[in-house]
T-cell receptor
Framework: AQSVAQPEDQVNVAEGNPLTVKCTYS??????LFWYVQYPNRGLQFLLK??????LVKGSYGFEAEFNKSQTSFHLKKPSALVSDSALYFC????????????FGAGTRLFVKA | DGGITQSPKYLFRKEGQNVTLSCEQN?????MYWYRQDPGQGLRLIYY???????QKGDIAEGYSVSREKKESFPLTVTSAQKNPTAFYLC????????????FGEGSWLTVV
């Protein structure tokens, strides 16, 4: 069975500092990995995804994520955090097993302090 | 513009009432989903549909019902059998298949009064 874990409920970072939001996954076969962001009382917005190819994926709003197959991780990163990046971030996985259901992590709340 | 429209944004339900949340998409996606999100929590799948006239239970289907009579529409009914319905409900859609991006509506808040 496929699963995804976000080990941190909350991440705090000062504005201008680099940020990392962690995600690990378990899936048989090649994984398809996603990051979504949710602002208060809104739906989820797609940030980026890894399908194949370069392990470093660039996405919206200056975010990027690195796929690490040996560590089964897909951490979200940004070189310089903004206060406006404060939101709830979800990692998701869709395994290449013939099924189509995407599994979401529990979410990590990011607080960026001015 | 293409997208997913959920209505209403806020809905109040009395005890014993059924209520229906609307979800319409003009993205021409075959697959549609309903998720429930409780405050500070992740997403839990209620129902999903891959094609018209077909739908499957997700992880927490009890107390909910859906229909998929048209490709564009996937309404969710929260029945009186759902004992704790207060939550944020998210509708989503995608082109079926692995590796495709899921698109979400703006969500609907349901509160029991």
């Amino acid at each position: 069975a496929q699963s995804v874990a976000q080990p941190e409920d909350q991440v705090n970072v000062a504005e201008g500092n680099p940020l990392t939001v962690k995600c690990t996954y378990s899936v048989s076969g090649n994984p398809y990995l996603f990051w979504y962001v949710q602002y208060p009382n809104r739906g989820l917005q797609f940030l980026l995804k890894y399908i194949t190819g370069d392990n470093l994926v660039k996405g919206s709003y200056g975010f990027e994520a690195e796929f690490n197959k040996s560590q089964t991780s897909f951490h979200l990163k940004k070189p310089s955090a903004l206060v406006s990046d404060s939101a709830l971030y979800f990692c998701a996985v869709n395994g290449n097993t013939g099924g189509f259901k995407t599994i979401f992590g529990a979410g990590t709340r990011l607080f960026v302090k001015a | 513009d293409g997208g997913i429209t959920q209505s209403p944004k806020y809905l109040f339900r009395k005890e014993g009432q059924n209520v229906t949340l609307s979800c319409e998409q003009n993205l021409n996606h075959d697959a549609m989903y309903w998720y429930r999100q409780d405050p500070g929590q992740g997403l839990r799948l209620i129902y999903y549909s891959q094609i018209v006239n077909d739908f499957q239970k997700g992880d927490i289907a009890e107390g909910y019902s859906v229909s998929r009579e048209k490709k564009e529409s996937f309404p969710l009914t929260v029945t009186s059998a759902q004992k704790n319905p207060t939550a944020f409900y998210l509708c989503a859609s995608e082109i079926p298949g692995t590796g495709n991006t899921i698109y979400f509506g703006e969500g609907s808040w349901l509160t029991v009064v």
